[in-house]
């Protein structure tokens, strides 16, 4: 598989793109399949979208995140107007004064990375090759600005309706917030920018090479060169993964709650994994994994739900009763290890009463007690 770092985005990059921003977005991002009708759309109509490497970013152009924000049961039934991107690009640069150099995905998953390509090929401007995640997360200040000690500038909530909502929260938390209250006013999802930094902050603070990294997950898992299991097991090997369960999902709850889309799902294991149960929390995005009661993956690490047969993720919205599943676990990028990594978005945030503990040392704990066993 290629692994050279995209130069451009066409319409034929976008189903790889997609499929892989699935898999890092851990359920959450946003659907994929409604991100990709937008990409394709702007590039068909607008031309293909050249692509920024972090490390080349100008010091001084504005690097600009756009995205949608709410709760994903709700952004596929309300699908984002086609001139919400343009609209809120245009009240930034009203606002600030400033001109819009790239475009940059605030998280990659799901629909989030897809959302920045058209709205770069809307304004024929740049993509960056890189975010500020490395996976998604349901909360705005989880972000390496945040992580850095920057907070959101002005910030841009616009929706279908023709509202569109200015502000200059003054820290990350306020700025999650307001935009999680104006978000519901809004109808539960909304276009979304914030952390608008000049090219020397996003070089600073943003994950590198992830657009790529989307792409190249993508690409493994719809080969055709490759089996069912040899697909997983190559992108396991790519992302330093595990593979933690296999089972049939046998009950799950789900519901919009406070702009979120909250839930948990338990899993009966079939094959090697018959008897033994498994159990997902999350909240927009998978956060907790246990195994038969025992932790087994938990933010900020990243853990996926895939297809059985395909291979490829199920978000949470679409995850149901009788789906057989993978579920998978890999390391978060380093700095979300750090202190205020775990402060930020570790499990004591969300209400978890377990402590951060990296899913290489758990999966290495579960086999020793397998080999005593």
């Known amino acids: 598989m290629s692994t050279e770092h995209l130069t451009v985005i066409t319409e034929a990059d976008i189903d790889d793109i997609a499929i892989g921003a699935a898999v890092l977005g851990t359920g959450g991002g946003g659907d994929p399949h409604v991100g990709s009708l937008h990409a394709k759309r702007a590039i068909r109509l607008h031309g293909e979208v050249p692509v920024l490497q972090v490390a080349d970013l100008d010091d001084e152009g504005l690097v600009v995140p756009v995205g949608m924000i709410g709760a994903p049961s709700v952004s596929i039934e309300k699908i984002a107007g086609a001139n919400e991107l343009g609209r809120a690009l245009d009240m930034l640069e009203q606002g600030t004064g400033k001109r819009v150099a790239a475009i940059m ?4 998953g799901g629909g989030n990375s897809l959302i920045p390509i058209a709205a770069a090929a809307e304004r024929g401007l740049p993509i ?6 490395g996976r998604a997360f349901p909360e705005a200040q989880m972000v390496t600005f945040h992580l ?7 910030t841009v909530l616009v929706d279908a309706q023709g509202n569109a909502v200015l502000s200059y929260p003054i820290n990350g938390a306020w700025s999650e917030r307001l935009a999680r209250v104006i978000t519901f006013e809004m109808g539960g999802s909304a276009t979304m920018i914030d952390y608008a930094y000049p090219g020397a902050v996003a070089r600073e603070c943003a994950i590198p090479g992830t657009l790529t990294m989307a792409r190249d997950i993508g690409r493994m898992l719809r080969s055709s060169e490759l089996r069912d299991d040899e697909r997983t097991d190559a992108m396991l090997e790519k992302l330093g993964g595990f593979r933690l369960f296999i089972g049939k999902v046998t009950e799950i709850e789900r519901a919009v709650q406070g702009g979120f889309t909250r839930g948990r799902a338990e899993l009966a294991g079939t094959g090697a994994d018959r008897g033994d149960t498994f159990e997902l929390s ?7 994994a246990t195994r038969n009661g025992e932790l087994a993956a938990v933010t900020p690490d990243l853990i996926a739900v895939l297809d059985q047969a395909t291979g490829h993720p199920i978000t949470t919205e679409t995850l149901r009763y009788g789906a057989r599943v993978t579920i998978v676990a890999f390391p978060c990028h380093p700095q979300w290890r750090t202190e205020r990594g775990i402060e930020t978005a570790g499990p004591g945030y969300f209400g978890y009463d377990v402590e951060f503990t990296p899913v290489e040392t758990l999966v290495a704990s579960a086999n020793a007690q397998e080999d005593r066993a």
């Open 105 to 108: 995905p605030i998280e990659i």
């Open 128 to 133: 960056v090759d890189g975010d500020a995640m």
């Open 148 to 154: 850095a000690g920057y907070g959101p500038g002005a």
């Open 282 to 288: 999350f909240q927009n995005e998978m956060l907790l």
